[in-house]
């Protein structure tokens, strides 16, 4: 039977707003919202090593930042024009092992992340001319080149949303709507739905082996409506918000 191991289980003070995660150190990185203070911080966990780097990590901008990428053990954030607009403009990098900040310009806007780095443009100039950026210092290191400067594969694996398969085993709780979402990995069979639990919708993780519940867990009680998809997959990986204030990775 497979040996399921809880790696990290970190609770936060606000709302788990965005999460992303660096491909190559392999290091989770989440954006933490309080709405009610306009408060905005981040955290960084490690995949591999489930230690936390840093947490509750604020930086000048108290509110008007957000994650736009992480990469080679930095995290990438935005800035936004103007408090009404979702648009961004500015970068600041940021260490991943201690939170530093490495690096400000806030003339470049974000495009994409390549394989090679990130794609960035001076927002002052018209028509955008795009750049290949160096992540940790925040130096152009040449034109952007489609040929070669491909997307990024983060290797996250989302599940899809679908009919309970009729071979399902029997579930805890019926299914509302009778829609999960589901994947297979290995030897698992990973679903999460919700359901009416006294008259409450809830929304609830489990796991199966050869038809046996190996792992179950809560993520979502007393919601007003339908939550998008509770989980993905990295590696060898599961990883969930639970109550949107707690981000669980357990290893599979």
């Known amino acids: ?45 490690g ?14 901008e108290s509110w008007l930042t957000g994650i736009e990428t992480a990469y080679d053990g930095v995290l990438l954030l935005h800035y936004y024009q103007t408090a009404g607009s979702p648009a961004h403009k500015g970068l600041a990098a940021i260490e991943a092992e201690n939170g530093q900040v490495l690096w400000h310009n806030f003339n470049y806007t974000f495009d994409h992340l390549s394989a090679n780095g990130p794609v960035v443009f001076d927002n002052r100039l018209q028509p955008p001319s795009y750049k290949l950026a160096n992540i940790k210092t925040g130096a152009v290191q040449r034109n952007y080149n489609a040929a070669i400067d491909i997307v990024a594969d983060n290797k996250i694996i989302l599940p899809q949303v679908i009919p309970l398969p009729d071979n399902f085993p029997k579930l805890p709780v019926e299914p509302h709507r009778n829609s999960v979402h589901y994947v297979e990995h290995n030897s698992l069979r990973i679903v999460s739905l919700h359901a009416f639990w006294a008259g409450q919708l809830r929304q609830y993780l489990y796991l199966y082996q050869d038809d046996e519940l190996v792992f179950e867990d809560i993520l979502n009680t007393n919601i007003q409506k339908l939550q998008p998809e509770a989980f993905v997959l ?11 204030v707690e981000i669980k990775v357990l290893n599979l």
């Open 1 to 45: 039977m497979t040996q399921l191991k809880l790696l990290i289980a970190e609770h936060f003070d606000g709302e788990v707003w965005r999460m992303e995660i660096d491909p190559v150190t392999h290091t989770l990185f989440a954006e933490i919202r309080k709405s009610e203070d306009r408060k905005v911080s981040f955290a960084a966990l």
């Open 47 to 60: 995949l591999t090593t489930g230690k936390t780097y840093f947490k509750n990590h604020t930086i000048d």
């Open 234 to 244: 990295y590696h060898n990986q599961l990883i969930y918000l639970k109550d949107k």
